[in-house]
Structures are given as C-alpha cells and as structure tokens.
C-alpha cells in the first residue's frame, strides 16, 4: 500500500467524520490534555518524562532569575504565535552484575520544539507547525554491556543530530476533528499509558513487541516517517485516532541494507515515501474526566496495527528448508505483512483530598501478534505510580513497573534448528523481564532528579553469552536528572 495514497485517506475519512450528526459536532472538549494528547486521566502523571508521549510541563525559567530569558523575547515571540521548549535530560547507568560484562556509561540528550500558531502568525484558524530535533549523546548500555531486548534507557541511542519530526496540523470541526501531515512518531500517540510515563526504561514508551517487529523499529524514536494521522474526539471521553505512516522509516528492511536503521539515516531526513505502508488505529473511552466528577478517571484504550510489507521467515529459506541447514539459501522465505492488537487500561485507584494531580494510579498494557513475521508474539507490562505520597513532597512521583515480552514460536524453533543442525547445545531463547523501581524528585518545577533501579530477567531472551551460556539475569542502576526550558 503506497504512501500516496495517504492523501486520498485523509479526504475520505475527513469526509466521513464531517457527516457526524451536528449535535456531537458542538461538544468542545475542555478537559486538561494528558500524555499522547488525551484528556488525562492519570493523577501521577509526573512532573518530567524523556517518553515521547510525554508533553512539556513546566519550566524552569522563573527560577533562573534574571538568566532565565535575558533578552525577554520568550513573550514577543508568544504574542506572534512562536513557541520554544527545551528539555535535557542526562543518565548515569551501570549493570553492576550480569548482561554481556559490566560496565557504566553516560548518555543525554537535549531536545528543542517549536511550535508555530499559524492563526497568530497569519490568520489561519486551527493551523500549526511543529517542529523537534534531537542532540543526542553517550555510550548506549544495553547496546554494548546489557544485551537486553526492553532497553534501559528511552534516550538510548546512537550519537547524532537529528529532526525527529516536523509535521503540519489542521483542526476542524470546532476542535473535534484533527489532521496531521508531515514527518511524525507514533510513539508520541499511539499505544500510550500516562502512568507508565514516569519509567526510565524505554519498553514503557514504545513497547518491545511493535519496537522488535517492524522494520526499523517503526516510527518510534529516535526515527520517524512520513504519515497521515486523523483523530476524532467527538466529546464524551470518546476519541478515535488513525495513522498511516511509511512502513520502514530507514530502509531497514531492504536487502543488503545495514540493519542497524539508526546509521541508515542519521539525521532523520531521509523522508522515505515508497516503502509499503504501516497502519495504526485505536480507539479510547476516558471516563470520570469532567470538572466536578466524583469518580476516579480512567481510560480504556484498544488498538492495533497493520504492516503490509514483506519479511523474511525467521525459520525458513525460499525453498522451505531450515535456515540453520548447512543446504540452505541463506535467504528467510518472504512472508507477507506484519499485524498485531493491544489493549490498554489506566485507572486512578485513589486521589488526595482536595487534589487533582496527586494519588495512586495503576495502569496494565497487553499485546499479542499472532504474525509469523514477528519476533515478539506476546508483551505485557503494568505498573503502580504514585504522586505526593510523602509530606512535603507532594511533586515527587514514586512508581513500580514490570514488562515482559515473550519470543514467538518461530524464532524459538529456529534456535532448536540451530542446535540440532550444529551439533553444539546452547540456550533457546524464550523471554525477556524487567523489573523497575524509581523515584522522580522535584528540585524545583521543571528540574528533577531520578534514582533509577531495574532488574532484567534472561536479557536477550535467554541469548547465549561469550561462554556460551545464558547471560546472566542483570541488574541496572542509574540516577537520570531533567530540565525543561
């Protein structure tokens, strides 16, 4: 499915949601706007995230003094629709025991937006320009001492500069109906919990099953892709999202291409357009959100994705013979497409007297692709977070989270093909766990620090070591500090 026909969906479904009878028309939503652009619903959504999906909070600026904007043009850019923020966030981790070998690195990366209100600047009601780039720096270590599949980092990646997305949006329909055009991530959108926004690890932005299945990763950071994407929020807590994006953000999955599509496309201006294309759909019902409503807020979200491109057999050859046969071509037999579904609940299990933003929130996300192409069939993660628990600290966000992601029977067969065929025992992959405890302190609105604890089970799936045998279960402990400007 060809990315040109991107504009041929976007008319027809503008065209189908136009004719929504008039009275749902009306409803204008006033809810406070959560992480991926819902309404929130999440009373321990935390004071600073490096997930995409997270938005920008609060800044640091009226702590800087005079420092803080010292040639004051923050306000006359404002009042002629030019927005700015930036975020840097730094991590200090360490796998004191287990993975590949021990190590420690430092990483960090500093993120700048701009926001363009084209109503402000020229009269064009509902019109926006957004733009975000990447300065990313340091030494990945999952990449190079871990092994592990759910990285430990989301800021993990490899040194670049980088656009990340640029993308054009189009409200209509008193604010219901949104379109979107240009360079986009569906990771900022798409598959989000805002309570799960708090973890370090990246598998609760982006979870594995759709990062390790499609190629490139899929549009998730630190890549994006040229797409469409409409969302629908009549009112009611109702919110109906599509995206259709190029299926290969990187050239990735192209024959005799490096698989490694961070290099492939460095600067993230590679603007591929021709590969078959990536359809993503969810659906989301946030009750208890209206001023005023006495019970908690919550959202249950279901969705999933399409790939209609080709893939490779993770077991078999062209001729249906097993990859790991000294006979075989060397080359995975074509499979076509790649699909999954998700669900997602986040609920609010209890909120402070008298407050908005503070208490315990819960969330569960799940997955399964039932596809032969994939490498992941099955991923779960859920987690508890909870916002002001301690005096005195009401900012603080405290948070427990667990992910698993499950190899598929595929990828596990052709392990036992390896060790059949070879001769030689080794372990068979089976799944991958991790265990995440951490603590966001506020130092101050828009600048906090993170003690980070994880703890992975089987890193790589059970993958074999320098020695041969499993890696052993690893523990990671890092300290992440943020600032928003």
């Known amino acids: 499915m060809p990315l040109k026909l991107l504009s041929r ?56 003094g005079p420092l803080g904007d010292p040639l004051g043009i923050r ?80 800021i993990e990646a490899l040194p670049s500069t980088r656009l990340y997305v640029l993308w054009f949006d189009q409200s209509l329909m008193d604010g219901q109906l949104g379109i979107r055009i240009g360079q986009q991530a569906a990771d900022t959108e798409f598959f989000v919990s805002q309570t799960a926004t708090l973890f370090v690890n990246s598998t609760f932005g982006w979870p594995a099953i759709t990062g390790l299945d499609l190629p490139s990763g899929g549009p998730a950071y630190p890549l994006s892709a040229p797409a469409i994407r409409a969302k629908y929020a009549p009112g009611n807590g109702f919110s109906l999202q ?10 990735a999955n192209r024959p005799g291409n490096d698989p490694d599509a961070q290099r492939l496309d460095r600067t993230g201006t590679n603007f591929r357009v021709h590969d078959p294309a990536l359809i993503v759909a969810e659906a989301t019902y946030a009750y208890n959100i209206e001023p005023g409503a006495k019970g908690l807020p919550g959202d249950i979200t279901v969705g999933g994705w399409q790939h209609f491109g080709r893939f490779d057999s993770l077991r078999f050859d062209m001729t249906g013979v097993p990859l790991a046969d000294p006979n075989a071509a060397g080359i995975g037999r074509p499979l076509r497409g790649n699909a999954g579904i998700y669900a997602i609940y986040d609920q609010t ?31 779960v993660d859920t987690g508890l977070a909870y916002k002001g628990l301690f005096d005195g600290r ?92």
Request: aromatic share 8%; hydrophobic share 40%; no cysteine.
């Open 75 to 154: 306000p006359m850019l404002k009042a002629r629709g030019i927005t700015y923020s930036l975020t840097y966030i730094a991590d200090i981790l360490g796998n004191p025991s287990g993975g590949i070998r021990q190590g420690a690195v430092v990483e960090d990366r500093l993120n700048l937006r701009l926001n363009l209100d084209l109503d402000t600047l020229a009269g064009w009601e509902g019109a926006t320009v957004h733009a975000n780039a990447y300065f990313i720096h340091g030494t990945g270590l999952s990449r190079y001492f871990v092994g592990n599949l759910l990285t430990a980092s989301v």
């Open 242 to 251: 599509v995206g259709l994006y190029d299926g290969d953000p990187a050239g």
């Open 349 to 379: 299990l209890f909120r402070e007297s008298g407050k908005d933003d503070e208490g315990l929130g819960f969330f569960v996300r799940v997955a399964y692709s039932p596809t032969r192409s994939s490498l992941i069939d099955a991923y």
């Open 9 to 64: 969906f976007a008319i027809g479904l503008g065209l189908t949601l136009a004719a929504a009878p008039a009275a749902a028309q009306q409803q204008v939503r006033t809810i406070l706007e959560g992480a991926g652009a819902d309404p929130r619903i999440a009373v321990a959504q935390p004071e600073t995230t490096s997930q995409a999906s997270g938005g920008y909070v609060r800044s640091v600026e009226p702590y800087l």
């Open 394 to 485: 009401e900012d603080d966000t405290i948070g427990v989270g667990l992910a698993y992601a499950r190899v598929s029977d595929d990828a596990r067969r052709a392990d036992r093909d390896t060790i059949l065929y070879g001769g030689v025992p080794m372990p068979r992959r089976r799944a991958e766990t991790v265990v995440e405890a951490t603590y966001q302190a506020v130092v101050v609105p828009g600048f906090t620090v993170q003690p980070d604890v994880q703890y992975v089970f089987h890193p790589g799936a059970g993958i074999a070591g320098p020695d041969g045998h499993r890696l052993r279960n690893a523990a990671v402990l890092g300290l992440r500090a943020t600032v928003q400007y």
